[in-house]
């Protein structure tokens, strides 16, 4: 093992952390996915089903685009949902302004981190950057506004930048830093390093936004939060920009099942609330995918469901039950004696242990032929013919 993997996993063990905030961005990054669009009415549903699953923090949108996305904000606000709506702004007193309209009672202030972005986005320096956050962060608490400062792509930034810029925006008002991993460079090694050396220099609040393009958005994000990070970005099945972000289904289940570490988040609401932001995105949830896929607690490898019927511990370290879900057994090409006996039980169909194997033997090839499992009707029709054959061998 290398020191320095020694030395990060000490610091894991070692951090106690008991609470962390999930800010959902899903109406606001998520919807920055090609091709999603949500209207004002999806956008207020969403809102009440990520209320109603216990999410405390919700960026609403970018009010800068125009009164639709202000009118669809404000009515997410007049709703009086038990959570805070915060609008994302860039670092410009035009979108305070907006901001203002539409009713939030907390911004965030993106301004570019990394030299490349301040050059390209301000043109300008480091200089200019700290100037343009002292200012509008001003601007925006004398206007009454709770700030968030977000450092697009701290994660390329000088890390003693990125302590300097934490201090204006501390300096001027803001309570929160959004360190974010915009073009998803980080791995979590490096994201515990970044997020620890950040913690050390400043009492602000510190959020953590993850983009998924290496696929590791959430373990980058609970890397994060065991180095101190008190608020985590995350998006309904990990919708957003290109890969997309850190999944709010699967940071909270993996906090809570990994280091206990509570969210607040109805773990029983997650796939209610998956179903309807797939929906309005237009974007089928993978079968296979962890936490709210179709298949996530899915079993059809004989021994799986073999150790599974006789003690379900033997294959599960994660209780369905937890989730409102429960274990399911398909047959297919990999099931065995076990599983099929177990579901010609529930079929009520009755078998001897010659017929079985035949029964078997038809569904791996059944199975084979169809690239599918098998169902119910055509377990029964296997069985009816193999009974038929017995009676056949009998007479």
């Given at each position: 093992m290398s020191p320095r993997i020694s030395t990060i996993e000490h610091s894991l063990h070692r951090t106690r952390v008991e609470?962390?905030?999930?800010?959902?961005?899903?109406l606001r990054d998520g919807e920055?996915?090609?091709?999603?669009?949500?209207?004002?009415?999806?956008?207020a549903d969403i809102a009440r089903a990520l209320a109603k699953a216990g999410v405390t923090e919700l960026e609403a949108g970018t009010p800068a685009m125009g009164p639709e996305e202000v009118a669809a904000i404000r009515s997410i606000v007049e709703a009086q949902l038990p959570l805070r709506a915060i609008a994302w702004c860039r670092m410009r007193r035009e979108d305070v302004d907006a901001a203002i309209a539409s009713g939030v009672s907390m911004?965030?202030?993106?301004?570019?981190?990394?030299?490349?972005?301040?050059?390209?986005?301000?043109?300008?320096?480091?200089?200019?950057?700290?100037?343009?956050?002292?200012?509008?962060?001003?601007y925006a608490r004398s206007r009454g506004l709770d700030v968030?400062?977000?450092?697009?792509?701290?994660?390329?930034?000088?890390?003693?930048?990125?302590?300097?810029?934490?201090?204006?925006?501390?300096?001027?008002?803001?309570?929160?830093?959004?360190?974010?991993?915009?073009?998803?460079?980080?791995?979590?090694?490096?994201?515990?390093?970044?997020?620890?050396?950040?913690?050390?220099?400043?009492?602000?609040?510190?959020?953590?936004?993850?983009h998924d393009d290496l696929g590791l958005a959430t373990a980058n994000t609970l890397a994060a939060v065991k180095a101190g990070a008190t608020h985590a970005s995350v998006t309904v099945i990990g919708l957003g920009e290109r890969a997309g972000n850190a999944p709010l289904e699967?940071?909270?289940?993996?906090?809570?099942?990994?280091?206990?570490?509570e969210t607040g988040v109805v773990l029983t609401e997650l796939q209610p609330v998956a179903a309807l932001?797939?929906?309005?995105?237009?974007?089928?949830?993978?079968v296979n995918k962890s936490i709210v896929g179709d298949h996530a607690f899915t079993h059809e490898s004989g021994i799986h469901v073999d150790g599974l019927i006789k003690d379900r511990r033997t294959y599960e370290s994660l209780d369905p039950g937890l989730l409102g879900r429960a274990h399911s057994i398909v047959i297919g090409k990999h099931s065995g004696s076990a599983a099929v006996a177990a579901m010609l039980d529930v079929l009520r169909l009755p078998f001897s242990s010659g017929e079985i194997a035949r029964i078997v033997a038809r569904v791996r090839s059944h199975a084979l032929d169809r690239k599918e499992p098998v169902s119910n009707e055509v377990l029964k029709d296997i069985?009816?013919?193999?009974?038929?054959q017995s009676e056949i061998r009998v007479s």
């Open positions: 609470k962390v905030v999930l800010n959902d961005t899903t920055q996915a090609p091709g999603v669009a949500f209207t004002g009415a999806e956008k911004v965030n202030l993106s301004v570019p981190a990394s030299d490349r972005q301040i050059a390209v986005k301000l043109h300008g320096d480091r200089a200019r950057a700290k100037e343009l956050t002292a200012q509008v962060v001003d968030a400062v977000g450092g697009e792509d701290s994660s390329r930034a000088d890390p003693e930048f990125l302590v300097e810029l934490m201090a204006v925006a501390r300096a001027a008002g803001a309570r929160r830093f959004r360190v974010a991993d915009t073009l998803s460079v980080l791995d979590p090694f490096s994201t515990h390093d970044l997020v620890s050396s950040l913690r050390r220099e400043t009492d602000m609040e510190i959020e953590i936004h993850c699967e940071v909270a289940v993996a906090a809570a099942q990994l280091y206990g570490i932001v797939a929906a309005a995105a237009g974007r089928p949830i993978p069985w009816r013919d193999v009974r038929r």
